[in-house]
């Protein structure tokens, strides 16, 4: 079992969080921005920044590699959809995508966006994880929150629209 601080400032002790996210185990703040038959997209549990999305297999693999045909397509039309909606309602002009296989979750991409603020961190990789750490540290506020939920909500709704219309 891991340790594992929420940005909400909750700890749960879980083998696997992915598990836990996409069975439903622990709810994230907002929700599930959408789910599929194989994936599960929810604002990240750990770092309050706005239309920061976490897609996660439900099945409990580590490699692009060991994804179905079937997960495949899926993946590649939530993703694009997921970035879409950023996009449109949320203005991101740009985003950075990780996913890495030595995870202690299961196979997961982050969709991290890329804000103004963020900038005084460095443009590369390398600034991405002074970001997240600032974000949890210094913007862990009700204000920031109540944005990044927010968000969120529009999110949501922009991917329903599409899960409606096909």
Same mark, same amino acid.
């Given at each position: ?11 749960? #002790? ?54 179905? #045909?079937? /997960? ?43 804000? /103004? ?50």
């Amino acid at each position: 079992m891991r340790k594992i601080t929420l940005s909400n400032g909750k700890t749960v #002790e879980v083998e696997c969080l992915s598990c836990a996210l996409t069975s439903g185990l622990i709810k994230p703040d907002g929700g599930v921005v959408v789910e599929t038959e194989y994936f599960h997209a929810h604002q990240d549990v750990a770092y309050p920044i706005k239309g920061l999305m976490i897609l996660a297999s439900k099945r409990h693999i580590k490699g692009l590699d060991e994804l179905t #045909e079937a /997960e495949k397509l899926d993946y590649i039309e939530v993703l694009t959809k997921i970035r879409e909606a950023q996009r449109k309602v949320l203005g991101l002009e740009h985003v950075y995508y990780f996913y890495n296989e030595d995870t202690t979750h299961h196979f997961h991409t982050w969709m991290v966006p890329r804000y /103004e603020w963020m900038y005084k961190f460095g443009r590369s990789v390398e600034s991405v994880r002074p970001s997240l750490l600032h974000a949890r540290n210094h913007m862990n506020d009700q204000e920031n929150i109540k944005e990044v939920m927010n968000a969120l909500s529009s999110l949501k709704k922009e991917l329903n629209k599409k899960s409606a219309s096909g």
